[in-house]
């Protein structure tokens, strides 16, 4: 499985902005696509996962409100719409596999290379 996160970038706090993530390499039919993002000096946190099938969401306390995460399944493809940012939210964003059902904010089995997302002040 390969995915390719895109559509980082610069926006200003209270701004928009929506990341993509491409996968490839495997066909769809459970498990979860989710969101993390890891800040500079800082620990990767969970941000964000939908149920391939049902299309579940989950969210962190953090975002809750502000982003919503969809999925397109005839392109394997998951998005993150991210709204009223803030400064804090500024990281790299990184899209993930879990082919298992369970924790929809863990153990994750793909990884992509991440995108920056800068929200300045």
């Known amino acids: 499985v390969q995915l390719q996160a895109s559509g980082g970038g610069l926006v200003q706090a209270g701004g928009s902005l929506r990341v993509s993530c491409a996968a490839s390499g495997s066909t769809f039919s459970s498990g979860y696509m989710g969101w993390f993002r890891q800040a500079p000096g800082k620990e990767r946190e969970f941000v964000a996962s939908?149920?391939?099938?049902?299309?579940?969401?989950y969210y962190a306390d953090s975002v809750k409100g502000r982003f919503t995460i969809s999925r397109d399944n005839a392109k394997n493809s998951v998005y993150l719409q991210m709204n009223s940012l803030k400064p804090e939210d500024t990281a790299v964003y990184l899209c993930?596999?879990?082919?298992?059902?369970?924790?929809?904010?863990?153990?994750?089995?793909?990884w992509g290379q991440g995108t920056l997302v800068t929200v300045s002040s």
């Open positions: 939908i149920y391939w099938s049902g299309g579940s969401t």
């Open positions: 993930a596999r879990k082919v298992m059902y369970g924790r929809p904010s863990t153990a994750y089995d793909y």
